[in-house]
T-cell receptor
Framework: ETGVTQTPRHLVMGMTNKKSLKCEQHLGHNAMYWYKQSAKKPLELMFVYNFKEQTENNSVPSRFSPECPNSSHLFLHLHTLQPEDSALYLC??????????????????FGEGSRLTVL | DQQVKQNSPSLSVQEGRISILNCDYTNSMFDYFLWYKKYPAEGPTFLISISSIKDKNEDGRFTVFLNKSAKHLSLHIVPSQPGDSAVYFCAAIALNSGNTPLVFGKGTRLSVIA
């Protein structure tokens, strides 16, 4: 497999469920990201992991819990979500040059997304 | 406060004509700008970029123009093709300001009509 792969592609869950989204990148990058895309809103950065260390958490509610066991894998654990959390969750990766996020070009490589519906 | 703004949520263009997608930004520290294209049920893919030291970058049918004084950039697609129909996201980054991630606009949905 190549690029950035996300599973599952679609997920429906109740508010009391616990589920996880998985992301895997095969590009040899050292930074991974979770973005949320809601209708009529910009892509919202949720979490950033550089060199497996979390460097950014944009005031994301604690019902979203990221995990980055290594530079190739990223999880988003979901617990007691709300219907307004229904969105497309996108994983991305990039090569960090040490000083800048996204490397010299700022380019992110995205997965296809996981469409989450919370009932 | 949105740092990257795409004020047109949608745009329709006839096949063969020029598509012009606009993007404005507010943060003067941004020094690199990118356009991403997104089809339904897929993640965004990188399309073209421009550094703040340039005012134009061209790649085939796609050209990005940057007006730093106006804090404005635009993506031109000519000639437009039906396969160009997608959502286009403008993004910006302050590469020389440390470990900052990309900031995205809301996107513009382009429909190219055959």
């Amino acid at each position: 497999e190549t690029g950035v792969t996300q599973t599952p592609r679609h997920l429906v869950m109740g508010m009391t469920n616990k589920k996880s989204l998985k992301c895997e990148q095969h590009l040899g990058h050292n930074a991974m990201y979770w973005y949320k895309q809601s209708a009529k809103k910009p892509l919202e950065l949720m979490f950033v992991y550089n060199f497996k260390e979390q460097t950014e958490n944009n005031s994301v509610p604690s019902r979203f819990s990221p995990e980055c066991p290594n530079s190739s894998h990223l999880f988003l654990h979901l617990h007691t979500l709300q219907p307004e959390d229904s969105a497309l969750y996108l994983c991305a990766s990039s090569q960090v040059s040490g000083l800048t996020s996204g490397g010299a070009t700022g380019e992110l490589f995205f997965g296809e997304g996981s469409r989450l519906t919370v009932l | 406060d949105q740092q990257v703004k795409q004020n047109s949520p949608s745009l329709s263009v006839q096949e063969g004509r020029i598509s012009i997608l606009n993007c404005d930004y507010t943060n003067s520290m941004f020094d690199y700008f990118l356009w991403y294209k997104k089809y339904p049920a897929e993640g965004p893919t990188f399309l073209i970029s421009i550094s703040s030291i340039k005012d134009k970058n061209e790649d085939g049918r796609f050209t990005v123009f940057l007006n730093k004084s106006a804090k404005h950039l635009s993506l031109h697609i000519v000639p437009s093709q039906p396969g160009d129909s997608a959502v286009y996201f403008c993004a910006a980054i302050a590469l020389n300001s440390g470990n900052t991630p990309l900031v995205f606009g809301k996107g513009t949905r382009l429909s190219v009509i055959a």
